[in-house]
């Protein structure tokens, strides 16, 4: 699947798992969910385009308070820093992004989740290895 196709399946997902049945918040809640991903660039950027349809850019989800806004200055000049932080506004980003972390592993995804199982304890499992 390439990047738009993984972003419209996000979309799909969340408007059923999210928005639908309500199984999940409706931004990021890392109690909720983790994401793994192999090492691999191509793999890691088709999970950031399926959850950037899962949880897209909302208002309001990475809000910090007016005296956080004040000292987020960065340590170098930044010439229109004002006009920057007065778009900004209580918004950690622009255009309300959620930083979803995707987790990275040395081992394959497969062995990483079935080494949980024991041997057995799963028919399909057994039977496809």
Known sequence: MGMRQ??????????????KDQLLSTSYNPSE?????SKEG???RSAMSYFM???PPSNGVNNISSNEATK????????DLKQVQSQLGS?????GYQIIPILTTGQKIPDMFMGAFEIGT??????AT
Do not use: K, W
């Not at 399946?9 to 999210?18: A, D, H, P, W």
């Not at 987020?72 to 010439?79: D, E, G, N, R, T």
């Open 6 to 19: 993984l972003y419209l399946r996000g979309l799909e997902n969340r408007r059923r798992y999210i928005e």
């Open 33 to 37: 969910i983790e994401i793994f991903s």
């Open 42 to 44: 191509r793999v890691q």
């Open 53 to 55: 349809g899962f949880y």
């Open 72 to 79: 987020a200055i960065p340590p170098f000049m930044l010439s």
């Open 91 to 95: 918004e950690s980003f622009d255009h």
């Open 122 to 127: 799963c028919p399909l499992f057994t039977e």
